[in-house]
């Protein structure tokens, strides 16, 4: 069915309303039921009906079903660990060996390994890394302003770069959902990882500015401030929220670092063990998600077990904490639900086949890299949400790259470093709040800072992704 035009209809509605209201569940519904009337001839009813089932079929994919369910999984993990006192026991235990940090540089470069090791979550990665080392870095006089860059630095563009946790089963169901056969979205994933010039170079460029003088503009200024002053903060701002949300851990815990450490050794264990077993040897030949859902079911398994054994919870406590920590990942399942109920169809829409035919008449497919990554830079700043992005994103740029013929995993890896931009500098990204509240920075202090930095990262992967479309 040649449907030319309206093809793109329902996807360009989408990311329009995204950008707008920037609310993206609400423009992948929307997206989902233009799509569906579309393809009934224009029957209201019809599609809404439509619309009902294609989020119905999401769950007769065995592979959707476990990727959602890894995620749950995932949130009562973290949950947990934080009700189980895990993240205390870990802040106590490095807070108490801060008289190894001597210098600024050593805060800085603690601060940044930190943000490193703890990479399952960008938002676990912001809370942990700016509550621990703010004391050292103000101990050390680091300006609020750069020890912000260095948490979020190394937030989710290190989840993205080590898709090692809940990120795993997120970016292979955008791939799939995109064209990706179900088999092949794990090793495309870590195939795009090289390609990923953002995350990259922001962290490349975190690590170096602990030791060389190297920060500009804005950031330069505030590290001459702390220096000649003292100062922490800009005097001309309002400073940042001093107050840091206390951990909630359950009134029979005690902090223990093992309760984090713990389940996420397993996870990680987990997962590359099941790899290498059905990869006979090989993990990048192994089952992608089975290996996702058995590493996230034997980390849920050893926290519920230590939360037992140390007493921490009854067994129908425990339940209740489960069920809340699963809770806390139902945007994310919902947003991705939706994405795999558009993706069937936007094929079936023949998006894919038609934008291409467009941009092959004016658009060398060595441009499509650089294309995507600028889209994903716009719409994720707008939105302030990487997840999305990639949702959305997802849906347009691998079918484009399949139809064109262009590198997929340098197109994924456009993809996902541009939607790591938006959530690197906007305002209103989570981690960006998160990370001013654990530092202490002042929001708009950290995004003045930090805007020219990613501006400049940015500018670096679109020459990349440039010379890389047109020689690959």
């Known amino acids: 069915m040649e449907l030319g035009f309206l093809s793109v209809v ?51 994919s065995n592979g959707n079903t476990i990727v959602l369910m890894s995620i749950f999984l995932i949130g009562a993990v973290l949950y947990l660990i934080e009700r189980s006192g895990g993240i205390a026991g870990f802040i106590d235990i490095m807070v ?7 210098s600024k540089k050593a805060s800085q470069f603690f601060t940044w390994l930190l943000g490193c090791i703890v990479f399952t979550s960008g938002s676990l990665s912001c809370m942990v890394t700016g509550s621990v080392a703010r004391p050292l870095n103000d101990s050390m006089k680091v300006s609020h302003e750069k020890a912000s860059f260095l948490v979020h630095s190394t937030s989710t563009p290190v989840c993205v ?15 799939v959902s995109g064209g990706v ?7 495309v994933l870590f195939q795009s990882i090289p390609f990923n010039f953002y995350c990259i170079i922001a962290v490349a460029f975190a690590l170096f500015s602990c030791f060389l003088p190297i920060d500009f503009g804005m950031m330069k200024k505030a590290e001459e401030r702390v220096d000649s002053t003292g100062e922490l903060d800009d005097p001309a701002s309002a400073g940042g929220d001093s107050s840091r949300e206390a951990t909630m851990v359950a009134a029979n ?36 998600l089975q290996s996702l859902l058995w590493g996230c079911m034997l980390s849920a398994g050893s926290i519920c077990l230590m939360c037992l054994v140390q007493r921490v919870f009854t067994l129908e406590k425990l339940t209740g904490e489960f069920i809340k920590g699963m809770a806390s990942m139902l945007s994310i399942v919902l947003v991705l639900t939706l994405a795999f109920a558009m993706g069937p169809l936007v094929k079936q829409l023949d998006t894919g086949n038609y934008l291409s035919h467009i941009f092959m008449n004016f658009l060398s497919p060595g441009l499509l890299p650089a294309l995507v990554f600028v889209m994903a830079m716009l719409l994720s700043f707008a939105t302030g949400t990487s997840m999305g992005t990639m949702a959305i994103m997802g849906l347009i740029a691998i079918p484009m790259a399949i139809q064109m013929g262009v590198s997929v995993p340098l197109t994924a890896g456009a993809m996902f470093g541009g939607a790591i931009f938006g959530d690197h500098s906007s305002p209103i990204s989570d981690t960006t709040i998160m990370s001013c509240a654990t530092t202490g920075c002042n929001i708009m202090d950290h995004v003045k800072t930090q805007m020219p930095y990613a501006l400049c990262f940015a500018a670096a992967s679109v020459i990349l992704y440039l010379v890389f479309g047109m020689v690959m």
């Open 10 to 60: 329902p996807p360009l509605v989408t990311i329009a309303l995204a950008l707008i209201f920037k609310n993206v569940f609400v423009a992948l519904l929307v997206g989902v039921f233009l799509a569906n009337m579309i393809l009934a001839g224009g029957a209201f009813f019809a599609g809404l009906n439509n619309t009902f089932y294609s989020i119905v079929k999401v769950f007769a």
């Open 96 to 102: 108490n060996k801060r008289g190894i940090i001597k």
């Open 161 to 175: 770069l080590l898709p090692l946790s809940g990120w795993l089963g997120s970016m292979s169901g955008y791939l």
């Open 181 to 187: 056969p179900k088999d092949q979205a794990i090793t």
């Open 253 to 288: 815990a005690n902090p223990n670092a093992w309760n984090m450490v713990t389940p996420m050794a397993v996870m990680i264990i987990g997962i590359l063990g099941v790899l290498l077993v059905t990869g006979k040897g090989d993990p990048t030949k192994g089952a992608g």
